[in-house]
């Protein structure tokens, strides 16, 4: 299986529900290094996986929508717990959307998976990876 990975990052603020999660029950800041991968399992006629200008256009196009923002007050977070797993899933669905719409310079069906990886800090990190199809 090939990959091209890219690397974002976002500023976000939240806060959790659930004694588990001790003083990050108030709301906190974090900054989050987020990378995609993206994979096949052949490269195309060009000899790439996908084109990175356009993989690095969609990775920051998917997280627009909460960087510098409080996900607290976002609605389609209500009631939802934003821990970085479920910030993985998160930016999975957005960037599968953009493979299915063709937008990394191939055809979406020839991508057959993606990996996100959000890191909170250089010793802790939380991965998605499914299928695109």
């Known amino acids: 299986?090939?990959?091209v990975e890219v690397s974002?990052?976002?500023?976000?603020?939240?806060?959790?529900?659930?004694?588990?999660?001790?003083?990050?029950?108030?709301l906190?800041?974090?900054t989050f290094t987020v990378s995609a991968a993206f994979l096949a399992e052949r490269l195309d006629a060009n000899g790439i996986v996908v084109d990175i200008g356009r993989a690095f256009e969609v990775l920051k196009a998917a997280l627009a929508p909460i960087n510098y923002r409080n996900l607290d007050e976002l609605p389609q977070f209500a009631g939802v717990n934003t821990t970085t797993e479920f910030l993985t899933?998160?930016?999975?669905?957005?960037l599968a959307d953009a493979v299915r719409a063709g937008k990394l310079g191939r055809d979406?069906?020839?991508?057959?998976?993606?990996?996100?990886?959000?890191a909170e800090s250089p010793l802790a990190r939380a991965f998605y990876e499914a299928p695109v199809w």
């Open 28 to 30: 906190h800041g974090a």
């Open 108 to 118: 979406g069906r020839e991508i057959a998976a993606i990996r996100v990886t959000i």
């Open 89 to 94: 899933r998160y930016v999975f669905d957005r």
């Open 1 to 3: 299986m090939f990959a």
């Open 8 to 26: 974002d990052h976002v500023m976000i603020a939240h806060s959790f529900r659930g004694e588990i999660f001790g003083p990050a029950q108030a």
